[in-house]
Nanobody, 124 residues
Framework: VQLQASGGGLVQAGGSLRLACTAS????????MAWFRQAPGKGREFVGA????????YYRDSVKGRFTISRERAKNTMYLQMNSLKSEDTAVYYC??????????????????WGQGTLVTVSS
């Protein structure tokens, strides 16, 4: 599976941005896909995950109610809609995928495919 992330940019605090992750090479509906982010000088952290076939989503606490993951199966694309952005959301955002679901869906090591990252900068 190959992933291509896009949609990053500069936005003011309180604004919105939508990221997209287009996948190629999906062979079934049984995939887990996720968004991670890495802020300057920090480690990569889990943002949210999606059961591709069921459209079930999971989020880290700090983005619940502000971020929404969705998918468009016909385009093999996952989205991350980010609203009410804060300066602490500034990071490079990565999408990731794996075949089958993982109990530890919030762990980096569970994912075998990664996109190249897209930078989101929130100005205060």
């Amino acid at each position: 599976v190959q992933l291509q992330a896009s949609g990053g940019g500069l936005v003011q605090a309180g604004g919105s941005l939508r990221l997209a992750c287009t996948a190629s090479g999906l062979t079934s509906n049984n995939y887990a896909m996720a968004w991670f982010r890495q802020a300057p000088g920090k480690g990569r952290e889990f943002v949210g995950a999606l059961k591709w076939g069921m459209s079930t989503t999971y989020y880290r606490d700090s983005v619940k109610g502000r971020f929404t993951i969705s998918r468009e199966r016909a385009k093999n694309t996952m989205y991350l809609q980010m609203n009410s952005l804060k300066s602490e959301d500034t990071a490079v955002y990565y999408c990731a995928a794996r075949s089958g679901w993982a109990i530890r869906y919030n762990a980096e090591f569970e994912y075998s495919s990664w996109g190249q990252g897209t930078l989101v900068t929130v100005s205060s």
